[in-house]
């Protein structure tokens, strides 16, 4: 039972122009979204997170948006830069009720941003 | 500030064989988490200590994998026997507590484990 879906394996943009990635989740209890950028033979780093009360937070170039009714959250890098090259993992959590935060991750998206 | 140090980086064992792999956490973290990452998948939880505790082993196969946290420092995750899919990359991570909402959590840059 795949609870965080990236549909999209991978995505290639140009320098400059915006990427967005998107994510999909299945249980309304999640109350806490994240994205995870990973690079190649390093963990995953945490990029920037969104709470279900918000429906956009934003961070430099990365802006994180919310749409609860949909179960849908998107990544938006602008301008997008050849350094964000990188897989981009999704993750949800569920934070009240004293759960223990467990991280629930999407498949993953591979960004390629060419020069 | 140090990150997280796992070791080793790369193991290549036989099926039914045994392995273990060593996580350091970040000082003065009480939350240290393993996640299984296998190839095309994002990681996936096995088990979360708190302090030396376990709080979550739910995903844990734990007829074969074991982990244990003495002293609410360093971590060792050991798989006895080895299957082909347990192939993957094995992450630690750790938090200071657990209500961080997993925007706390640091991983470590995994151990890549090859079962032939």
């Known amino acids: 039972d795949q609870q965080v879906k990236q549909n999209s394996p991978s995505l290639s943009v140009q320098e400059g122009r915006i990427s967005i990635l998107n994510c999909d989740y299945t249980?309304?209890?999640?109350?806490?979204f994240l994205w995870y950028k990973k690079y190649p033979a390093e963990g995953p780093t945490f990029l920037i997170s969104i709470s279900s009360i918000k429906d956009k937070n934003e961070d430099g170039r990365f802006t994180v948006f919310l749409n609860k009714s949909a179960k849908h959250l998107s990544l938006h890098i602008v301008p997008s830069q050849p350094g964000d090259s990188a897989v981009y993992f999704c993750?949800?959590?569920?934070?009240?009720?004293?759960?223990?935060?467990?991280?629930?991750f999407g498949t993953g998206t591979l960004l390629a941003v060419q020069p | 500030e140090a990150g997280v140090a796992q070791s080793p980086r790369y193991k290549i064992i036989e099926k039914r064989q045994s392995v273990a792999f060593w996580c350091n956490p970040i000082s003065g973290h009480a939350t240290l988490y393993w996640y299984q990452q296998i190839l095309g998948q994002g990681p996936k939880l096995l088990i979360q200590f708190q302090n030396n505790g376990v709080v979550d082993d739910s995903q844990l196969p734990k007829d074969r994998f074991s982990a244990e946290r003495l002293k609410g420092v360093d971590s060792t995750l050991k798989i006895q026997p080895a299957k082909l899919e347990d192939s993957a990359v094995y992450l630690c991570?750790?938090?200071?507590?657990?209500?961080?909402?997993?925007?706390?959590?640091?991983f470590g840059p995994g151990t890549r484990l090859t079962v032939l």
């Open positions: 993750a949800a959590t569920q934070t009240y009720g004293g759960a223990t935060n467990k991280l629930i």
């Open positions: 249980n309304s209890m999640f109350d806490y």
């Open positions: 991570a750790s938090s200071l507590g657990t209500g961080t909402g997993g925007m706390g959590q640091y």
